[in-house]
């Protein structure tokens, strides 16, 4: 163990911001709003607040009780946690889950952050102007058919990660958070301003808003429960990083409170911000990466002001994937700099190197190396489906039941502050209810 003195957030509000940072991607951008429209609106949303608050939340809350209480990378936190509550340090498994769940994500996400950087290039030098669909197809495609421009937009965006994230938890990420997320809620706020002025604002909040029980299926109440873990970073040991930086005074379940609500309303802005630009221009709504690479710069392309509106918008994007990749660096440099000699620059170094190195072959997998490398998939969605499908839920499931079960009930009623009614509830959910979820989920998804 490192006796390096360990980093801590210098408020409260430094925290939300991280937190919120990590949680608010692209799964708000895109995926979240159109589920809403597609599955019911508002009936849709209270049955999402209800997964939120049943799995999503306890489940949040357990990763950052597991982080504060060990003050130090997600494994060694799980080992230490459990021996002093008389377990086996078998539970770093878990913590080790995580970690590596993350390094693999940030991998392709950088790829990804890399398409935003270029489209954020592409609205300041007017690629989309006077484009039919055609030629936006043919922009989007050209840009996966070239390896050289995706290492570029890849490389860019790492070396932006790696900068922040090497400069540590107060200068780096809270440095980052502080500027990108009320960066990030301006932008927003402007371009739901604009769908207000479109006459389309009104079909937007209908089709967000209005609700319709008959769209409730099975499938749509399980693509909440998968949503809720997703939209809050939850399996991936970044909320147990978060947690260990956490002083004792921070009450987590308010906090969790604060991180999801914040969270689902950015959302729901989200999706403000992007229907009316759709309906005013009579596009189709896409649930696909479609929506945003195609069928907005289409939009973007041929309307009053779509230059600016366009900037803002990657932009917007831009922000909220750096926020959510230097999350996931976090965890792996926090095992790398405690369980190596190497400073804290060059344990980012390291882990960012390793995970720009196997994005390459995540992007080489949209153009020359395109053949399926396992279970008939290439590399960017075998990392994928890898991380989503089976990593993700079976470490937040670790977590939650490491908490539920194996951790003194007084301990943690006592650390949550309840007791009475609260208390029990607590103890039914995260022993029974938030397992089971995680559970249906990940077999309903096999
Ligand atoms: N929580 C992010 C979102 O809703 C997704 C994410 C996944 C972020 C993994 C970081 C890591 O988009
Ligand atoms: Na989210």
């Not at 989309?128 to 922009?139: K, R, T």
């Amino acid at each position: 163990m490192s006796n390096k003195l360990h980093a801590q957030w210098s408020s409260r509000l430094a925290f939300i911001l991280a937190a919120t940072g990590s949680a608010v991607g692209l799964g708000n951008i895109w995926k979240f709003p159109y589920m809403v429209g597609e599955s019911g609106g508002a009936a849709f949303v209270l049955v999402y607040l209800l997964c939120i608050a049943l799995i999503g939340l306890p489940i949040l809350v357990a990763e950052w009780l597991v982080g504060r209480r060990g003050q130090e990378n997600p494994a060694n936190a799980m080992a230490d946690v459990a021996e002093r509550a008389g377990r086996p340090r078998i539970w770093w498994l878990v913590g080790a889950s995580g970690i590596i769940g993350a390094f693999l994500i940030l991998s392709f996400y950088s790829v990804i952050g890399g398409w935003s950087l270029y489209y954020t290039l592409g609205s300041v030098t007017g690629a989309f102007s006077g484009q039919d669909a055609d030629g936006i197809g043919e922009l989007f495609g050209n840009m996966l058919a070239s390896p050289g421009l995706l290492l570029a937009g890849h490389s860019v965006f790492m070396l932006l990660v790696i900068g922040i994230v090497a400069r540590g938890v107060s200068k780096g990420l809270e440095g980052a958070v502080r500027t990108l997320m009320p960066a990030l809620a301006l932008l927003l706020l402007v371009l739901v301003g604009y769908g207000m002025t479109t006459g389309h604002f009104g079909q937007a909040v209908a089709y967000l808003f209005n609700p319709d029980w008959s769209a409730l299926s099975g499938d749509t109440v399980l693509a909440a429960l998968g949503h809720a873990f997703f939209t809050l970073s939850l399996g991936m040991g970044i909320m147990m990083a978060y947690g260990s930086y956490l002083g004792e005074e921070v009450n987590l379940l308010k906090t969790a409170r604060t991180v999801v609500i914040l969270d689902t309303v950015i959302a729901l802005a989200a999706g403000l911000a992007i229907f009316p630009i759709v309906f005013s221009n009579g596009l189709d709504l896409d649930s696909g990466p479609g929506l945003i690479f195609v069928t907005l710069p289409l939009a973007f392309g041929n309307m009053g002001g779509g230059l600016i509106l366009g900037l803002m918008f990657f932009l917007l994007l831009t922000f909220a994937a750096l926020t959510s990749a230097i999350s996931l660096l976090e965890p792996v440099v926090e095992f790398v700099e405690e369980r190596t000699p190497l400073s804290r620059s060059l344990s980012t170094l390291v882990a960012g190197v390793g995970a720009w190195a196997l994005g390459i072959a995540a992007l080489l997998s949209f153009n020359v190396w395109s053949d399926p490398v396992l279970f008939g998939l290439g590399v960017f969605d075998l990392l994928d489906k890898l991380t989503s499908k089976f990593m993700l839920p079976l470490t937040g499931l670790g977590a939650i039941i490491f908490v539920g079960w194996f951790l003194e009930r007084r301990g943690v009623e006592q650390e949550l502050g309840l007791s009475g009614g609260m208390a029990s509830l607590w103890h039914l959910v995260s022993r029974y209810v938030a397992p089971i979820g995680v559970i249906v989920v990940f077999i309903a998804s096999l």
